[in-house]
């Protein structure tokens, strides 16, 4: 079956009971056993260790990605240190994309540090790179792909191919193409990444992870971590990102329509520096975007000519679109993420990554795309 | 399992059954509009009421269901219909039964959305009512006309906190063969169980204590399935043929239960006011503690009407477990546990004392609601009947210097604070 028509249909069935056509909120801590005897027979003990409608997000989930299996978390953040505990160990080492989103960065450098994990921030967009930092204790390497925000990205394919030499899992951060444009497994990933906070749920409703695995063991391994450190998603969440995931395709579509319009006005703009979308013909890596995945999705950033203080005024005067941290819901997004998102980020290392002062980070919503451009202009004549 | 469980079991578990699927121990949020059916014939015995079963949220859900069952059980009455609100539930509850040229005789003494139902919105519709003093029997009596089709009140009146004399109603009711309707919001099924003093069907808005803690709003219609409609012979839309469903009889088909299925099969299918499930999940879980808050409610009242009466700053305290007010022995006979947790109090010195009073006290909330887990007080002289001259207030039962107090759970000691801060700036705007 067709994407579209899995997105919708997989994971959930109607309810045997009653016939409810979606699947009901199982806002429960806990579940009857019939007898000892027939303990778990039904399938479900206890909300943490697992929970019918959080279940069905997570079969949709796994579906949707081509995985053995899915397990959701608390946040997105949630699932990134899931993954981390699921595969190092104290004297290992992980090599993470040096691009990757500034909390992971904080979670590497700040916390599991702590616990004798060694990291190599590596340039993921260069495969050599990613090659050379390999060590004989490398256990895994964390890709993000586009990376957030400066939309560089990784060759899935090649690295997998890096990752499995060395005997290292690779995960994929897929959160900002999703399955309906990008397929990790397909290219030889071991696991794919979501914070489900941004396109699956779409309406900025709540805030999830999820970590999709191509195989029963990895799964196992990533089921293990969720019950026992019990960072889980709830019924509520796992409802509402069921609703938003019928709609994937549809968003996604319209909202990097949206984007690429956006992308091309800007590039054309007598003020703006330089315009970064996997979309654009000039975007250095525009033939890997289009080999590995199917669209460019509706994230991008732009420099104003002018540095941070053009930013800033563009940024304090722009209407409809809205200044906040998130991306990927309807609602058009405007970040600043030298001060905002990758704050945590050091200054040389945010530098040597690209992340440059003047940045403007855009998440592109569903709302007219006249009306998205129309207000960058206004904005732009005030600068 | 209604007829053997005592209250706080009933309270627990009562319309529930374990989710076949997975057990899951509370009851699963039906969110969905609508279920599937698995065949046609099915289908059309669902929506032609010959077997129960859900299609469509806007009739029925089975969370919804649960919460229906579990409230029918608490009253001890046959069926129940949530409803989106309380005013809803009164609304359909009367439309199920009376028509243009009908008449209704009602308490006058009651929550005011009541009064301004039946005296400005039912009689558009060719509804009237004669309006009562709750404590004068011979007048419900001589209000009963040829074509009165429904007697109706509150068992705690509203504001003056008189309590209504459901026997000797219901006998009356009895006598000319119209069903007596009870509005039991401020007494619970806990406090009283109108349907066993005569009562044939009771309203209530679950928004209040049953829910108890200021989150969804909800109603509920109870039929008590002790009104013979078919003997009174003058309830068309329950004994005569209904034409939406191939002219059934619902007196014939569903007997003690009939009511509350015109309710669903007209009200809720016609006007559409149905509870949400996530509503009805809420108010599920505030009834599993309706026995504990209750206790302390009334402790909590007990309390504050001893500290109110012998206040200073206070001129006058009514409640109907005083032995001053007129309706104390109503109280006892039908309230032993407690006759409401909603107490009325003058402050000295009138209109600007009284605002000073609300103004400076911090814990007790200043709004309209009542039946919440937390202390509300609200002052209607300058807020629900600011625009009112003090002739009317008094028409209305209100004075000038009247506080309505709905007590709450908090540690009675920190109310009694809170109010004496109240009470000095009373004080000090009663001085000046």
């Known amino acids: 079956m067709g994407f579209r028509t899995r997105q919708i249909h997989a994971g959930v069935t109607p309810d045997p009971t009653t016939g409810a056509i979606l699947t009901p909120i ?5 579940f009857v056993q019939p007898s000892v005897d027939e303990y778990l027979s039904k399938g479900f003990s206890y909300s943490r260790s697992g929970n019918p409608t959080v279940r069905a997000l997570e079969a949709k989930l796994a579906d949707l990605e081509g995985g053995a299996d899915c397990a959701t978390f608390g946040t997105g953040m949630s699932a990134v240190t899931a993954t981390m505990l699921a595969f190092l160990n104290a004297g290992d080492h992980a090599i993470i994309s040096d691009v990757a989103y500034g909390g992971t960065y904080r979670l590497c450098t700040k916390v599991l540090s702590r616990f004798g994990i060694d990291f190599t921030f590596a340039d993921g967009s260069n495969n050599d790179d990613v090659a050379a930092s390999v060590r004989g ?8 792909t586009p990376a957030n925000p400066t939309m560089k990205c990784s060759d899935i394919a090649a690295i997998s191919e890096i990752a499995k030499k060395a005997g290292a899992v690779h995960a994929v951060d897929n959160t900002f193409l999703t399955p309906y444009y990008q397929r990790p497994f397909e290219l030889g990933a071991d696991l794919s990444i979501h914070s489900t906070t941004k396109y699956m749920d779409g309406h900025n409703a709540t805030v999830g992870g999820a970590v999709i695995s191509r195989t029963p063991e990895l799964a196992a391994k990533v089921k293990f971590i969720q019950n026992s450190t019990g960072s889980i998603m709830s019924p509520q ?6 609703q938003g995931c019928k709609t994937l395709s549809v968003r996604m579509d319209q909202q990097s329509a949206n984007a690429m319009a956006i992308a091309e006005y800007l590039e054309a703009h007598p003020k703006v520096a330089q315009v970064a979308y996997p979309g654009l013909k000039s975007f250095a890596q525009h033939e890997l975007s289009s080999r590995q995945a199917s669209g460019y999705g509706a994230m991008l950033w732009f420099e104003v000519k002018g540095g941070v203080a053009a930013g ?4 304090d005067n722009i209407e409809v679109w809205t200044l906040a941290e998130n991306l990927g819901s309807v609602e058009s997004l405007i970040t600043h993420p030298v001060t905002m998102t990758h704050a945590d980020v050091e200054e040389a290392e945010r530098k040597r990554v690209g992340i440059i002062d003047g940045l403007v980070r855009l998440s592109v919503g569903l709302e007219d795309v006249e009306d998205l451009i129309g207000a960058l202009d206004n904005a732009l004549q005030q600068v | 399992m209604s007829d053997f469980f005592n209250f706080d079991t009933l309270s627990l578990h009562a319309g529930q059954t374990i989710d076949k699927e997975f057990g899951a121990r509370a009851t699963p949020i039906y969110q969905t509009t609508s279920f599937v059916f698995p065949d046609t014939d099915t289908a059309s015995s669902i929506f032609n009421l010959e077997r129960g079963g859900h299609a469509y949220s806007r009739i029925t859900n089975p969370t919804v269901s649960v919460l229906e069952q579990r409230i029918a059980a608490l009253e001890g009455g046959s ?5 989106a609100s309380g005013m809803a539930a009164t609304f359909c509850a009367i439309t199920a039964i009376l028509s243009q040229g009908d008449h209704i005789v009602a308490s006058s003494q009651m929550y005011g959305g009541n009064i301004s139902l039946m005296k400005n919105t039912l009689p558009r519709f060719g509804i009237t009512t004669t309006f009562v003093d709750p404590t004068d029997i011979g007048g419900f009596r001589d209000a009963v006309e040829e074509n009165t089709r429904l007697i109706y009140g509150e ?6 906190l008189d309590i209504l004399d459901l026997e000797a109603i219901a006998e009356i009711a009895a006598a000319s063969r119209i069903p007596f309707m009870v509005d039991a919001t401020f007494n619970t099924p806990y406090l009283c169980r109108c349907l066993d003093y005569g009562a044939n069907m009771t309203i209530h808005s679950v928004t209040k204590w049953l829910g108890g803690h200021g989150t969804a709003i909800g109603g509920v219609v109870v039929d008590g399935g002790n009104f013979d409609w078919g003997a009174a012979g003058k309830y068309p839309t329950i004994t005569e043929p209904y034409a939406p469903f191939q002219g059934i009889n619902l007196w014939e088909e569903f007997g003690p239960s009939a009511f509350a299925t015109r309710i669903r099969a007209e009200a809720m299918r016609d006007f559409g006011p149905s509870m949400a499930p996530m509503t009805a999940f809420l108010l599920l879980q505030g009834i599993e503690t309706l026995s504990l808050r209750m206790e302390k409610h009334h402790s909590n009242t007990e309390q504050m009407l001893e500290f109110l009466s012998n206040h200073d700053q206070v001129s006058w305290v009514n409640h109907p ?4 007010h007129p309706s104390h022995a109503l109280a006892r006979k039908y309230l032993p546990k407690g006759a409401g947790s909603i107490v009325s109090f003058g402050v000295n010195g009138g209109r600007e004392a009284g605002k000073a009073f609300i103004e400076n006290v911090q814990l007790a909330s200043h709004l309209a609601n009542v039946g919440d887990a937390k202390t509300l007080i609200i002052h209607p002289a300058s807020t629900t009947h600011s625009r009112i001259d003090a002739e009317a207030l008094v028409a209305a039962g209100i004075s000038e210097d009247m506080i309505r107090l709905s007590v709450g759970l908090e540690d009675i000691r920190d109310l009694k604070a809170d109010f004496e801060t109240g009470f000095r700036a009373a004080k000090r705007a009663a001085d000046a």
């Open chain 2, 155 to 160: 068992l705690i009146g509203n504001p003056g």
């Open chain 1, 237 to 242: 969440v796992a409802w509402l990102t069921l």
């Open chain 1, 312 to 315: 800033k005024k563009l940024m």
């Open chain 1, 137 to 144: 204790n490398t256990a895994l390497i964390l890709t993000e």
């Open chain 1, 26 to 30: 199982y806002q429960s801590t806990t």
């Open chain 2, 79 to 83: 069926a129940a219909v949530c409803t």
């Open chain 2, 321 to 324: 477990s005083l032995p001053s």
